[in-house]
Structures are given as C-alpha cells and as structure tokens.
C-alpha cells in the first residue's frame, strides 16, 4: 500500500482486486513482467529455423549445503560445466564438428519452496563448422544423455575439487568432508534430460522467460496468510502432477524464500556459443546464410515497450484483470518516488 497502485477488475467475472506497485527487485514476485515480456520476444527474434532441443542439467541434491554455504561458486561452476560438455560433444568430428550455442536459465525451486537447482537450457540442434557450414541435429534427444550425464558429472566434480583446494570453499570447514562428498559424488548417477521441442519452441522460450526475473512463488500461489501461517497451492509432480495446498509455518516459509535469493551480482541467464553478446549478432547472420534464410530482424524492445501488461484472475485464472483506477501511495516518500 506504501507505493500506491492500481486497481483490477475482470471483465468475465467481475472479481476486483488492488495491485500495488512493486520495488522492481528481480526476486519479488510480481515485479519484471515488462521485463520478462521483452526477454521472450528478443529472444523469439532470435530463434533460428532448425530443430531446437531443451536440455536440463540438475544438480545433485547431496550438494545442496554446499550451495547454501557458497552459492557464488557452485552456480558458477554449474554454467561452466553445462556449456562445457555441450561444447565439447558438439565440437567432436563425430557428432557435429563445430561451434554450437546456448542459452541457460538457472532454476533453484520446486513448486513446494524445496531447493531443487538445476539449468534450463535451450540449444539450437547444430554447430557451425570452421568452413561456414551448418552441421543440424538428427537426434530427437541431440546427444545421448547418460553419456552427457557423465561427462557433465566428472567436469563438475573436477571443478569442485579445484575450488576447494583454491581456498574457495572455506566454509566447508568438517575435516574430509570436501573428499568424502566429491567421492560420493563420483559414484552416483546424475540427471540431465534432453529432448527436441520442433514443435513448440515458443511454448519454451515462454516457460524459460517465466524464470529469468522472478523468484519461487507468485502471489497467485499464496492463498491466504496469517501471523503464524502461510497457505500455498502447489503442483505435486510425484502424484500425476496433482495440484495441493501446503501449510508452512511463517518462519518455515521465509526460510525456504530466501533459498532462492541469489548472490548479488550473479546473472541467471547467459548465453554461450555463438549466442554469446559479444558475437551473436554476426553469427547469426552467418548461420540464416548458411542455411540460405533471408534475415529479418524484428526490434523486439520496440515490439513489447508499449504493451499493456496483462493480469491473471484468480477466480476464473484467465488473462482478463484490466485496469480501472489508482490507488495513491501511502507514505510520502513513495509519493515523492512515484511523482
């Protein structure tokens, strides 16, 4: 209420609700939809017209202290790692023989606030070779994914041990601990799922914008709050993907929150190969003439800048909450802020 707001109401059923301006911090639930819309359509601007595959590298959850101690340097070894094997199949003769790209979206949750890291990434099915050629995919699952799961695994691990004797896990500080996790490690299998989406690539680039500026809960999840309780909806994936309500207690909540807070500083999206920022522009242009497309580049932030934002009802859950009036703010530094 402090930074004023607006007013909803929704032209199927009725339903009026306040929405109340936002901080703009990238781990509020309700802040960067703009944001968040510009992302997907620079990013639909992009897409090449080749097979693309959505590849998920997870974290073990045995590593889950360790992120909680040093998010700063698992997270940074975990992008490492995922572009690095990717890298490495798409550079073998083999396979594809060139350079590939990527684009990674780091995910830290499940629906119940549980930590659960892992990578979201979308990889478009090819390299481009040294001689200006465009090698494509053939595979409905782009590279065999135990043999990705191993080698993902095995640089990881190896990455780890050469932080922890860099210094750069101090706080692990139980005697053998560093040895004993890595070993544990080594001995068990790792999950990467990998799969062609030809036919919804946009369907995916949307599920990926949902998690490059927002955080584990929206407020339409949390159903009702008190001074000791919240109450959350939640989709079990265990029980066919049933939709429950979970009670936490208020201290319980706020603690699986601030799971997903990231390091200050840390990018959740990057882009690696030829989708680098430094190079995409002229590598794309290299691989639409490799594949002999007549490029037409859309200006996406001019596209998504003037667009209405679009609310959910939470009575009928469809996208029909306009906006019927404001709210002033409260306290007079949000209205000299807002002024």
Avoid at 19 to 42: T, V
Avoid at 81 to 103: H, I
Wanted: one cysteine or more; aromatic letters at 8%.
């Amino acid at each position: 209420e402090a930074m004023g707001g607006q007013v909803l109401q929704c032209t199927d059923c009725d339903h009026t609700q306040a929405h109340y301006f936002g901080c703009r911090d990238r781990h509020c639930p309700q802040c960067q939809g703009r944001a968040m819309a510009q992302w997907a359509e620079r990013q639909q601007a992009n897409i090449l017209p080749v097979r693309y595959y959505h590849v998920v590298f997870t974290l073990p959850h045995r590593l889950n202290g360790w992120v909680q101690l040093h998010p700063e340097v698992i997270y940074r070894r975990l992008f490492q790692s995922a572009w690095r094997t990717l890298r490495t199949f798409g550079r073998d003769p083999k396979r594809l023989g060139g350079e590939m790209g990527m684009s990674a979206v780091l995910h830290t949750w499940g629906q119940n606030l549980s930590q659960h890291v892992h990578l979201h990434c979308l990889v478009p099915g090819g390299a481009l070779g040294d001689d200006g050629r465009w090698r494509g995919a053939r595979s409905h699952y782009l590279f065999p994914v135990r043999a990705l799961s191993r080698h993902f695994r095995g640089h990881l691990v190896s990455a780890l041990r050469q932080a922890a004797t860099a210094g750069e896990l101090h706080r692990v500080t139980r005697p053998g601990d560093v040895d004993d996790q890595l070993n544990a490690l080594m001995a068990t299998e790792w999950v990467v799922y990998s799969k062609d989406c030809l036919e919804h690539t946009d369907t995916v680039v949307r599920y990926l914008a949902r998690y490059t500026r927002q955080i584990a809960i929206s407020n339409a999840r949390i159903l009702a709050v008190d001074d000791h309780q919240v109450t959350l909806r939640y989709k079990d994936y265990r029980d066919r993907d049933r939709r429950k309500q979970l009670v936490l207690d208020g201290e319980e909540f706020v603690r699986r929150f601030l799971l997903h807070v990231l390091p200050k500083g840390l990018m959740r999206v990057r882009h690696y190969g030829f989708l680098a920022n430094r190079c995409r522009r002229r590598r794309l242009t290299e691989i639409r003439r490799a594949l002999a497309v007549v490029e037409t580049p859309a200006d996406a932030e001019t596209a998504t800048r003037d667009a209405e934002p679009t609310y959910t009802c939470p009575h009928c859950r469809q996208p029909t909450l306009r906006v019927i009036g404001t709210l002033r703010p409260t306290n007079h530094r949000a209205q000299r802020y807002r002024a």
